[in-house]
């Protein structure tokens, strides 16, 4: 029975380093993060034997939303009117939100959350300083991946991640504001660090509306109403200093309406009119096959069979850039409001006022804006990111919430 005992905490243990391995790697390699998620599964593996919290995590919404969103995947590939192995591929997308119930489970009860929190934020300060590096020494025979400032895998990627490292800092800076002002002011800084990296080296657009959403939702989540209108007043003034300050910025925002512009006066192939285009091709989609959509691996055929002699290549596309739209054309509306409810569970998860509440939120939200220009959930690095942040700090929250309701039992 000792024995036992010593190898269940031995496999917990080794649990918990392997993730913490997938937070570290998750800024930097794809190849790594994937081989330690291997791992981390097959150790769960040596702890199976008491699934209670598996059974637990499942009566959750936050937990049987994302399963009851991969059976929905799996049941519409029976209607899908393509070959399986577009099906299969379609499916692959879903597979990972089957995870979310598992980290809920393992750091509820088991899992040592902060380690992995600060494994992550440690690996993308060091990302944060490379980055720097890259853009400020001019003299260097490489600069980046592929723009400057970016040296692994994509700036949408690498912006978004210091989104989410930015305002966790915030909101953990404003906890310590009263009792070690220091310290806080060296988090702000750091925060500053990361949003000026945004700013001034490489952003995604995208990233530009999520850090103005998550600056008004910081200032609602500190004093309501009134934080989130001087949240707003704040974010105009930084922006209008950006702006003038900023010439990457100006040409990433003035872009998007060149690039709409361009599109429709002469339907030249641009970023933002692809975009438009995907969209508008969709919703025609979407309407032949309102309720339960066109089946799991069917985008590429629907923009293919649309498709005539002069379309450019690009518009035929498996990602419409849109992820409860790329949900609707394969589920329809049954699958859209379960991606939904999903979300709207896991925000509930985050819902008191405590920075383990407020990293979930962050990272919830940051999720659902850039999903309305992205599939992210079906892309490998934020999709993951997703997942395990979703798992890791709603664990830790289930656990904090059990440990308060056993005190005030006794």
């Known amino acids: 029975m000792e024995r036992k005992a010593r190898r269940k905490r031995a496999a917990a243990l080794l649990a918990d380093a392997l993730v913490v391995g997938v937070a570290i790697s998750l800024p930097w390699s794809t190849s790594a993060t994937a081989i330690l998620i291997t791992l981390w599964f097959l150790s769960l593996l040596l702890l199976v034997?008491?699934?209670?919290?598996?059974?637990?995590?499942?009566?959750l919404p936050a937990g049987a939303l994302p399963v009851l969103l991969w059976l929905l995947g799996a049941a519409g590939m029976l209607?899908?009117?393509?070959?399986?192995?577009?099906?299969?591929?379609?499916?692959?997308?879903?597979?990972?939100?089957?995870?979310?119930?598992?980290?809920i489970a393992q750091f509820r009860h088991i899992g040592h959350g902060r380690w992995a929190i600060l494994g992550l934020l440690a690996s993308s300060a060091i990302?944060?300083?490379?980055?720097?590096?890259?853009?400020?020494?001019?003299?260097?025979?490489?600069?980046?991946?592929?723009?400057?400032?970016?040296p692994v895998k994509d700036y949408v990627f690498q912006s978004e991640l210091f989104a989410i490292c930015a305002f966790g800092l915030i909101g953990q800076a404003a906890s310590?504001?009263?009792t070690h002002r220091f310290v806080a002011l060296l988090l702000v800084l750091g925060a500053a660090l990361f949003i000026g990296n945004i700013?001034?080296?490489?952003?995604?657009?995208?990233?530009?509306?999520?850090?103005?959403v998550l600056a008004c939702l910081f200032g609602f989540w500190q004093f309501r109403w009134k934080g989130a209108l001087g949240a707003c007043v704040i974010l105009v003034a930084i922006s209008s200093a950006t702006w003038m300050t900023s010439p990457y910025l100006r040409e990433r925002v003035l872009q998007v309406?060149?690039?709409?512009?361009?599109?429709?006066?002469?339907?030249v192939n641009t970023p933002v009119g692809q975009r438009l285009e995907y969209w508008r091709k969709s919703l025609k989609f979407i309407a032949s096959a309102p309720v339960l959509g066109h089946g799991t691996g069917s985008i590429p055929d629907l923009f293919q069979r649309d498709a005539a002699p002069e379309t450019h290549p690009s518009i035929i596309t498996d990602n419409p850039h849109n992820q409860v739209i790329v949900i609707a054309l394969e589920l329809g509306i049954v699958g859209s409001v379960v991606l939904l409810a999903?979300?709207?569970?896991?925000?509930?998860?985050?819902?008191?006022?405590?920075?383990?509440?407020?990293?979930?939120?962050?990272?919830?939200?940051?999720?659902?804006?850039?999903?309305?220009?992205?599939?992210?959930?079906?892309?490998?690095?934020?999709?993951?990111?997703?997942?395990?942040?979703?798992?890791?700090?709603?664990?830790?929250?289930?656990?904090?919430?059990?440990?308060?309701?056993?005190?005030?039992?006794?």
């Open 79 to 103: 209607w899908a009117n393509v070959s399986w192995s577009e099906r299969l591929a379609g499916l692959s997308g879903f597979h990972k939100l089957l995870f979310i119930p598992v980290l």
């Open 176 to 178: 310590l504001w009263r």
């Open 199 to 212: 700013l001034y080296v490489e952003s995604a657009r995208t990233t530009l509306v999520v850090v103005a």
């Open 49 to 59: 034997g008491d699934a209670t919290a598996l059974r637990q995590a499942l009566m």
């Open 257 to 267: 309406t060149q690039n709409i512009e361009t599109y429709e006066a002469n339907h």
């Open 342 to 410: 999903m979300w709207a569970a896991h925000l509930l998860l985050f819902r008191e006022h405590s920075v383990l509440d407020w990293s979930g939120l962050v990272l919830v939200v940051q999720s659902v804006v850039s999903c309305l220009f992205n599939s992210h959930l079906f892309d490998f690095g934020q999709g993951w990111l997703y997942v395990f942040g979703v798992g890791i700090i709603g664990g830790m929250v289930l656990r904090r919430r059990d440990g308060e309701e056993g005190v005030a039992g006794c």
């Open 127 to 150: 990302l944060l300083i490379t980055s720097w590096a890259l853009a400020l020494l001019p003299g260097l025979t490489w600069r980046g991946k592929e723009v400057v400032g970016v």
